[in-house]
């Protein structure tokens, strides 16, 4: 029997959502349950959850934490929740908190990462039309810090600046489990999608 991956995860919960109206993206219903709370389930089966966003996002089941300064973009929340999450697991889970169905996409990440083989940093879902979801990743947790580490500001850089130089395998998504919630175009796909 294969053994469980250990791995802490970082749910990246912070944004403006302009193109949502400015609403609180985690709190948005899809089907009865919020954003948030699917995100929560996709990291269930990590050893600590760290959820970084805005006071009305903070759950009891994670810790939580804020970027530096509020609305300082991914990586800035990214290395936030890293600054929280205990160093002895050597994988992080990181996961944006607006892609509902991202709790199937978990086992295929998990599947792959122990099939990782060695120098390469992480594993990722690429969607339908092969664009890489960093904010959908099992990252070794040693090569994260490194890059984070290695910017000048972790304010207002991509996350595609951060994982550039990062050796990543691919994880196709073919079902699209990466579809996020940007537009409320995409809550109401999601909401028929997912009834």
């Known amino acids: 029997m294969t053994e469980p991956m250990t791995y802490s995860a970082v749910i990246v919960a912070g944004g403006a ?3 949502l109206g400015g609403v609180s993206k985690p709190l ?5 349950t919020n954003l948030i709370q699917y995100a929560l389930n996709a990291a269930r089966r990590a050893t ?10 903070h759950h ?20 936030a929740g890293l600054a929280r999450v205990d ?3 050597s994988w992080v889970l990181v996961l944006a908190c607006d892609t509902p169905r991202a709790e199937r996409a978990v086992h295929g990440l998990e599947a792959a990462a122990r099939d990782c083989p060695a120098g390469t940093d992480g594993v990722w879902m690429t969607d339908p039309r092969g664009r890489e979801q960093p904010l959908l990743a099992l ?9 984070i580490a290695s910017l ?9 600046a951060l994982t550039s130089a990062l050796a990543m395998a691919a994880v196709p998504d073919p079902m699209n489990l ?3 919630a940007d537009t409320w175009e995409d809550v109401e796909t999601l909401r028929k999608e997912m009834l």
């Open 17 to 19: 959502a302009r193109r």
């Open 28 to 32: 948005i219903d899809i089907n009865g």
């Open 48 to 57: 600590q959850t760290v959820v970084v966003g805005p006071i009305t996002v």
């Open 60 to 79: 009891p089941a994670s810790l939580t934490t804020s970027e530096e300064p509020p609305g300082g973009g991914p990586v800035a929340g990214l290395a």
């Open 87 to 89: 160093p002895a697991p």
């Open 139 to 147: 990252y070794r947790a040693a090569a994260l810090h490194s890059a």
């Open 152 to 160: 000048d500001t972790v304010v207002g850089t991509s996350m595609r």
């Open 178 to 180: 990466s579809h996020d």
